[in-house]
Nanobody, 125 residues
Framework: QVQLVESGGGLVQAGGSLRLSCAAS????????MGWFRQAPGKEREFVAA????????YSTDSVKGRFAISRDNAKNTVYLQMNSLKPEDTAVYYC??????????????????WGQGTQVTVSS
């Protein structure tokens, strides 16, 4: 059974930093892209960042460029999201996602097969 377990969320003041982790178990994703999405109250789930299996290709949404960085450790089957200069509008539940269907990273949630349970990030002003 595949499981993705996020950790690292919490409450932080604007301008602060958090590092999210997502540990996968049940199968290895070292040959596939992984990504992060988020969903704020009353809004649809939106793409945040994704990375190829090698880490050589990354994508991120414009609103987080220069502030968030995705990385992965294939030996640990884990993906990370370093979030700096956090803003109140970054408040959301953050989900990690993994796929075993495609090889190129994508921001389309329909391409991801597995999802974590989410971790809450709250940024106070």
């Amino acid at each position: 059974q595949v499981q993705l377990v996020e950790s690292g969320g919490g409450l932080v003041q604007a301008g602060g930093s958090l590092r999210l982790s997502c540990a996968a178990s049940g199968r290895t994703f070292s040959s596939y892209p992984m990504g992060w999405f988020r969903q704020a109250p009353g809004k649809e789930r939106e793409f945040v960042a994704a990375m190829s299996w090698s880490g050589g290709t990354t994508y991120s949404t414009d609103s987080v460029k220069g502030r968030f960085a995705i990385s992965r450790d294939n030996a640990k089957n884990t993906v990370y999201l370093q979030m700096n200069s956090l803003k109140p509008e970054d408040t959301a539940v953050y989900y990690c996602a993994a796929t075993a269907s495609i090889v190129a990273p994508t921001g389309d949630p329909r391409n991801y097969d597995y999802w974590g349970q989410g971790t809450q990030v709250t940024v106070s002003s």
